[in-house]
T-cell receptor, first 112, second 112 residues
């Protein structure tokens, strides 16, 4: 079965540093998402992306966050200046159109 | 605010038993519900979904029941196996297949 791939699987960074989390969605999918999960808590929506623009974002997705689809295959999440509370597992997800959502295995971000 | 929540944080069953995981939601506008399974170190994996115009849907060994009157969702797993051990999340959407709101999760532990 096709899958969403995310790199790196673990990312450790210092507070205030910029990080870029990378995702390769499933090739014929059109809708892309980032979710995050703080340890022991529920999965939270960050942002959705369609047709090269953000279609929806949550309160978590503030000015420190940005997303980009620089080419036909990658979908990235950038955190400009990381904070301790950004430590979480970040999941990329994609769907074709009105079909089920596929999640990647996640990137564990640790901000020190 | 609107939320989706689970009644039981941990459910322990014996192999071969039937398992029932429950979920309450509060958003009356929700029209699409999904159950996800999350194994350790992995992203959420789609199990089964149901739209609000249905009250029951069956898959392979799994059944989802929706009671819109009391805003309750359940996942039934027949003949539970050790491989079913994971955290199970319910999620809801009120705009079709886009942004999902996840519940907190229930840990299912299956003993051989």
């Amino acid at each position: 079965e096709p899958e969403v791939t995310q790199t790196p699987s673990h990312q450790v960074t210092q507070m205030g540093q910029e990080v870029i989390l990378r995702c390769v969605p499933i090739s014929n999918h059109l809708y892309f998402y980032w979710y995050r999960q703080i340890l022991g808590q529920k999965v939270e929506f960050l942002v959705s992306f369609y047709n090269n623009e953000i279609s929806e974002k949550s309160e978590i997705f503030d000015d420190q966050f940005s997303v980009e689809r620089p080419d036909g295959s990658n979908f990235t999440l950038k955190i400009r200046s990381t904070k301790l509370e950004d430590s979480a597992m970040y999941f990329c997800a994609s769907e074709r159109a009105n079909e089920k959502l596929f999640f990647g295995s996640g990137t564990q971000l640790s901000v020190l | 605010g609107e939320s989706v929540g689970l009644h039981l944080p941990t459910l322990s069953v014996q192999e071969g038993d039937n398992s029932i995981i429950n979920c309450a939601y509060s958003n009356s506008a929700s029209d699409y519900f999904i159950w996800y399974k999350q194994e350790s170190g992995k992203g959420p994996q789609f199990i089964i979904d149901i739209r609000s115009n249905m009250d029951k849907r069956q898959g392979q060994r799994v059944t989802v029941l929706l009671n819109k009157t009391v805003k309750h969702l359940s996942l039934q797993i027949a003949a539970t196996q050790p491989g079913d051990s994971a955290v199970y999340f319910c999620a809801e959407s009120h705009s079709g297949y886009s942004t999902l709101t996840f519940g907190k999760g229930t840990m299912l532990l299956v003993s051989p």
